[in-house]
């Protein structure tokens, strides 16, 4: 039983597409969060969504737009794909917003633009 | 703002020996501290987390960390080392929004 999946594992594509990645978890939290980590292992949030409501936007560019159907679904798409979006994209989640509920992560998702 | 720095990009420690993974941080407000490990290609997990309390916080796989508020430190520690333990592991402060701000990241590397 994955508590918080990714797909697609691997996403390679060319610069200019569009693409999406699906993230769900099972774990009945509130929160959850995109995370980038680059190729130097560096970890950086993105976004993060509480209860569908967007609590967390950080300084990414617009291409990047979230969308939180449901509590349990945070998906994310990337419009005209450049070559520095390279990177691995790791969604997670959390029992609430609370500072104390520490985060569960998917086995992210290894993007290449070419 | 928030910080976190991890000050060592590589750890190597001989199987059975103790081991350490420093961090220190820097927050306004109450610290939430956490360390999460990250095996290559996979995800992070969590290991524990110091929210309040004893300043020493015992985890999973027999990690353990020492908050220590005067040096603005929160050490991860083992008594000892395990080839299965090396790993890259990552220190997290948390702030008053929720958001989570990570280390840069230490190898942790066991060798037998």
């Known amino acids: 039983d994955t508590a918080v999946s990714q797909t697609p594992k691997y996403l390679v594509t060319q610069m200019g597409n569009d693409k999406s990645i699906k993230c769900e978890q099972n774990?009945?939290?509130?929160?959850m969060y995109w995370y980038k980590q680059d190729s130097k292992k560096f970890l950086k949030i993105m976004f993060s969504?509480?209860?569908?409501?967007?609590?967390i936007n950080e300084t990414v560019p617009n291409r990047f737009s979230p969308k939180s159907p449901d509590k349990a679904h945070l998906n994310l798409h990337i419009n005209s794909l450049e070559l520095g979006d390279s990177a691995v994209y790791f969604c997670?989640?959390?029992?609430?917003?609370?500072?104390?509920?520490?985060?569960?992560f998917g086995p992210g998702t290894r993007l290449t633009v070419t | 703002a928030q910080s976190v720095a991890q000050p060592e990009d590589q750890v190597n420690v001989a199987e059975g020996n103790p081991l350490t993974v420093k961090c220190t941080y820097s927050?306004?407000?109450?610290?939430?501290l956490f360390w999460y490990v990250q095996y290559p290609n996979r995800g992070l997990q969590f290991l524990l987390k110091?929210?309040?309390?004893?300043?020493l916080v015992k985890g999973s796989y027999g990690f353990e960390a020492e908050f220590n508020k005067s040096q603005t430190s929160f050490h991860l520690k083992k008594p000892s080392a395990l080839v299965s333990d090396s790993a890259l592991y990552f220190c997290?402060?948390?702030?008053?929004?929720?958001?989570?701000?990570f280390g840069d990241g230490t190898t942790l590397t066991v060798k037998p």
């Open positions: 774990l009945g939290h509130d929160t």
């Open positions: 997290a402060v948390r702030d008053d929004a929720g958001k989570s701000t």
């Open positions: 927050v306004s407000g109450n610290p939430y």
């Open positions: 110091y929210i309040t309390g004893d300043n």
């Open positions: 969504y509480n209860n569908k409501e967007l609590i």
């Open positions: 997670a989640s959390s029992q609430g917003r609370a500072l104390a509920y520490e985060q569960y």
